[in-house]
């Protein structure tokens, strides 16, 4: 958080202790967490961020779950905070994407959503979701078109009907039994041709999720767009600035009860994607459902107060905050206090260590908190890419057969492993359920026999030889002459066990003539 005099270019969030408390463009390289209880002003940090980065002309993406951070397009009212700070209201141009047909909408083809996520959206479990990943990979090595819904349900028709190896009938028809919810329920229309090019997110972009919101699903979207960005950016290494910022709200419900697959793909993604560019902040209400193999990815940490409702998310938070180096500022404590729009602010130091936390009153935003109408928001928008997404495409032919292999994608490795991982799983469950028959039970049975007698033998040996040989050699070192002592004892010892027939003999001439 330097005061930079040189010409590193940072962005504020807020002032600290009066001064502006900056946080340096290459540290935002790393991913980062905004977090605190509902209305304490994650929001509106989420917009002070977005538009100063939008300002610098670098690339923003902002999902927006409640429809409330929407109101970039409209100049904010004036403050004399911000005034002071020479942070002028001002508008700026965003794009408004939507998974409906509200803005541009926001599509994905179900192929590039990857097997592992689209599972997610379809609640599926670990055997379903091993299908679905034989799915998709079949269509992939068969170049067999897998952008709609319907598209995938025609291929695990095709794959009943070809029976393919481990594939289960029930299994399939309970996938195909949810994905024609998803197509009632209308989160089908995310689906489809043109899907997003990633090369029309340029400047500020925001996913106006507000009527999708109705469960967690909401949050499949930037999940999605993550999947994509990771497969198809090019490596960039390490950046002075984010290529990409997203901002990735409500995260808490993406990892609400995810299974191991899920989270390991998550960390993998962000991982990587890191080195092409991608800096992915979540927001949350709660961390207790962000695992700990995610949040420990995480570099800038904007902590709001915190009436945490569970106790996952309470220790959650304590781990956060000690994260935090030693500092003036009882961390656990003023959490509990904070107002709103006040939060703890950590970020990496020139060494990449954490920094201790300053208490920063965040900025009002320079553009509206309000909720601004919807025909206000598409005026406002990018006319050509409303009309590049507008319509869903028709389908292409059902298939396309080629004789050449595909080239595998990056998710492929990890997707391929989440298999056999599943694999693994199924098998050992099945283990399980068939149960052992009798000779394993005696096999068992006398493994543990032979285990008893070795223990028992070394147990033995070891108070009778080693524990008398090691007290023996203690008492020896204590003092070096009794070493000398001890080998002439040795040596009487096996003289006399040399000469015992002779000395036996004397003996008992001694008891003869006593
Ligand atoms: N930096 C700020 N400047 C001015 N007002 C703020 C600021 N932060 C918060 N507020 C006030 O607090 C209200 C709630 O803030 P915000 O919407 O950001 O909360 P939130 O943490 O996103 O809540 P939720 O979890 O419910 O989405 C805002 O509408 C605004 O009135
Ligand atoms: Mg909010």
């Not at 600035?241 to 419900?253: G, K, N, R, S, W």
């Not at 490795?413 to 000779?439: H, L, M, Y």
């Not at 002592?485 to 001439?509: G, P, Q």
């Amino acid at each position: 958080m330097a005061d930079g005099k040189s010409e590193e270019r940072s962005i504020t969030l807020g002032q600290a202790d009066g001064a502006a408390a900056k946080i340096p463009l290459r540290y935002l390289t790393r991913h980062g967490i905004i977090a605190g209880s509902t209305g304490s002003g994650k929001s509106r940090a989420m917009q002070v961020l977005s538009e100063q980065l939008a300002d610098l002309g670098l690339d923003v993406f902002v999902s927006d779950v409640k429809g409330d951070a929407s109101g970039f397009c409209v100049a904010g009212a004036e403050n004399e905070r911000n005034k002071l700070a020479g942070f002028a209201p001002h508008a700026i141009q965003t794009n408004y994407w939507s998974v409906g047909g509200r803005f541009a909408g926001m599509r994905f083809s179900v192929s590039e959503t990857g097997a592992v996520l689209f599972s997610r959206l379809l609640s599926l479990n670990p055997t379903q979701e091993s299908h679905l990943v034989i799915a998709f990979s079949y269509a992939r090595k068969n170049h067999i078109p897998l952008d709609t819904t319907s598209q995938l349900l025609d291929l695990l028709d095709e794959l009943i009907k070809t029976e393919q190896r481990g594939m289960s009938q029930s299994s399939i028809s309970v996938i195909q039994r949810k994905i024609m919810a998803l197509e009632e329920s209308g989160l089908a229309k995310m689906f489809g041709k043109p899907d997003i090019d990633i090369s029309d997110l340029k400047g500020l972009n925001v996913l106006n999720l507000s009527d999708a919101r109705k469960d967690a699903l909401a949050t499949m979207a930037p999940a999605f767009l993550l999947h994509k960005l990771f497969e198809e950016l090019p490596e960039v290494g390490d950046v002075d600035e984010p290529v990409l910022t997203i901002f990735f709200d409500e995260a808490h419900y993406l990892f609400k009860d995810a299974n191991r697959t899920l989270r390991d793909l998550m960390v993998t993604i962000l991982k990587q994607i890191r080195s092409k560019g991608v800096s992915v902040f979540f927001v949350s209400q709660d961390v207790g459902d962000i695992p700990d193999e995610i949040l420990s990815q995480l570099s800038t940490k904007i902590i709001f107060s915190q009436k945490v409702l569970t106790e996952k998310g309470n220790a959650r938070l304590r781990a956060l905050a000690r994260s935090f180096p030693n500092s003036e500022i009882e961390v656990s404590e003023t959490l509990k206090t904070l107002p709103p729009g006040t939060a703890l602010l950590s970020t990496l130091d020139g060494s990449g260590n954490q920094t201790a936390p300053l208490q920063v009153r965040v900025f009002a935003p320079a553009t509206t908190m309000a909720i601004v109408p919807d025909q206000e928001l598409r005026k406002a928008a990018d006319q050509r890419l409303i009309a590049k997404y507008a319509e869903r495409k028709a389908e292409q032919p059902k298939k396309s057969w080629r004789s050449d292999t595909p080239k595998k994608k990056a998710g492929e490795a990890v997707v391929e492993r989440a298999v056999e991982r599943a694999a693994e799983r199924s098998e050992r469950k099945n283990a399980k359920r068939t149960g052992p028959s009798v000779w394993d039970g005696v096999f068992v049975f006398l493994l543990k026999l032979l285990d008893f007698i070795i223990e028992a033998l070394i147990k033995v040996a070891t108070a009778l030889i080693i524990n008398p040989l090691r007290m023996l050699f203690k008492y020896l070192m204590k003092k070096p002459i009794r070493i000398l002592y001890f080998l002439l004892l040795l040596l009487l010892a096996y003289i006399i066990f040399v000469n015992w027939t002779l000395i036996s003999s004397y003996l008992a001439k001694l008891k003869i003539g006593g």
